[in-house]
């Protein structure tokens, strides 16, 4: 939302808002210039008059504050059909996926950027390279992270579609894995006529949805070794951050490509935003050069701060990942930044909507156990009524499995027992999609830091 607000009001609309709490997302909308009020309620509609009123899939249809702009004949339209509409009407670059979108979005934006080609964006976090995660162009060119958790990326027709992966999420819309596989073939058919196609096939859904397509002479391929069209191999991981590793376009070797980032999923990432990068006419000297001093994005394996004493140092990492797939590949990244047994592992985890966690209670349990210590908060519900669904079915599983799993009342009472479980040398991780990334920061503004 934040992304397409600062868009609309680059392009000249007087663009005003709200949320329900404030952030550092919404103080940096104020500074652009852009009117922020916290609560939701139908007082908005007098209070900031709109033309239009544009609201996140996270809003129920029939709120209040909806219902007061229809009855005012004020027309409403969700935030993922209003970014198509921009999209559509540009050289959209679609990248779609259920993990990895915002880092390969990212990197592609960055690609393009340092390519001289100026690109638009609209990403769901701020990159770092840019310091913001919207920004106009003047080519024609418009990059944008397209999210499937309401459906509503089946509105856009890119010029050219990057797919990461395609895995079962958002089982609050998606009931069943065939859900998330016909909607992600209906989306990579609605592509504009002669548009490429680049999907990473290192995962069962993508792979499925190849055979779908095939034959798709528009199809271009992205994995591990010398068998697609694009492949990474003979890979360097770097004690304390950043991969290097040889980039193979069909039978041909690119070249080697650096990454200040870690993780396969980052290899992954940054070969579909090559070979992407590419379909656009950057050759590929210009795109290591700009990957190699790639930042990520917020929020994505971002290191916030740490505490130092005589004694040694304490690493404060924040990261998004909530599915058990993010898990397992940020928490296999954080091995190959702070390898064990030098550093031990702690991670605050916020288990995010009571659907997903009910869905997959069992497999984030089994990737939690890839670190050393785990605090678990109470569920952040982002808006789902409350179910008989809690952290401890995560931490019952782990704790009779030999995991050290221990239940958290709040953030106050995290911060609490962190305070004599965390030992010189630990890192600590805060994971999760909720509010979560609060208490990293709050932990060190409590030692001083």
Not at 275 to 300: I, N, Q, Y
Request: hydrophobic share 40%.
């Amino acid at each position: 939302m934040s992304a397409l607000a600062l868009l609309l009001s680059g392009m000249g609309f007087k663009v005003d808002g709200c949320d329900l709490v404030r952030t550092d997302g919404l103080t940096k909308l104020e500074r652009s210039g852009i009117a922020c009020a916290l609560g939701h309620g139908a007082y908005h509609i007098e209070k900031f008059p709109p033309q239009l009123l544009i609201y996140s899939g996270a809003i129920d249809a029939n709120h209040e504050e909806l219902i007061a702009a229809r009855k005012k004949g004020i027309k409403t339209i969700g935030r993922g059909l209003a970014l198509s509409r921009l999209f559509n009407a540009a050289r959209g670059i679609g990248v779609a996926g259920t993990h990895g979108k915002t880092t390969t979005s990212s990197m592609i934006a960055l690609i393009l950027e340092r390519g001289g080609l100026s690109p638009t964006f609209a990403i769901g976090a701020e990159v770092c390279d840019f310091g913001t995660g919207a920004r106009l162009g003047e080519g024609d060119l418009f990059v944008a992270e397209i999210d499937e958790s309401d459906g509503s990326f089946e509105f856009f027709q890119p010029a050219l579609t990057a797919v990461t992966n395609v895995d079962w999420d958002h089982v609050n819309y998606f009931h069943t894995p065939g859900d998330v596989s016909a909607a992600f073939e209906r989306f990579t058919r609605a592509r504009k006529p002669g548009a490429p196609l680049v999907i990473c096939a290192e995962d069962d859904g993508s792979r499925a949805l190849i055979e779908k397509l095939h034959p798709d002479p528009l199809l271009v391929t992205c994995g591990w070794g010398r068998s697609f069209d694009w492949g990474a191999f003979d890979v360097t991981r770097k004690i304390g951050g950043g991969v290097i590793f040889s980039v193979a376009r069909g039978k041909e070797t690119l070249g080697r490509l650096e990454l200040a980032v870690s993780g396969d999923h980052n290899i992954m990432n940054a070969l579909l935003a090559c070979a992407s990068g590419a379909l656009l006419g950057v050759p590929f000297e210009s795109m290591a050069d700009a990957l190699s001093g790639f930042r990520g994005a917020k929020r994505r394996l971002e290191k916030v701060g740490e505490k130092k004493d005589k004694d040694g140092s304490i690493d404060v990492i924040d990261d998004y990942g909530h599915h058990p797939a993010e898990i397992t590949a940020s928490l296999a990244a954080m091995r190959d930044i702070y390898p064990a047994p030098d550093r031990r592992l702690v991670v605050v985890f916020q288990p995010h909507r009571y659907t997903r966690t009910r869905a997959f209670y069992r497999q984030i349990a089994s990737a939690l156990g890839g670190c050393d210590l785990v605090f678990l908060l109470p569920i952040y519900s982002a808006g789902e009524p409350s179910e008989d669904i809690t952290s401890a079915m995560i931490s019952d599983i782990m704790n009779s499995n030999g995991r050290n799993a221990v239940l958290c009342d709040d953030q106050e009472d995290a911060l609490a027992k962190l305070d004599f479980a965390l030992r010189p040398n630990d890192v600590l991780m805060t994971l999760g999609a909720g509010n979560v990334t609060e208490l990293g920061k709050a932990y060190l503004k409590r030692c001083g830091k």
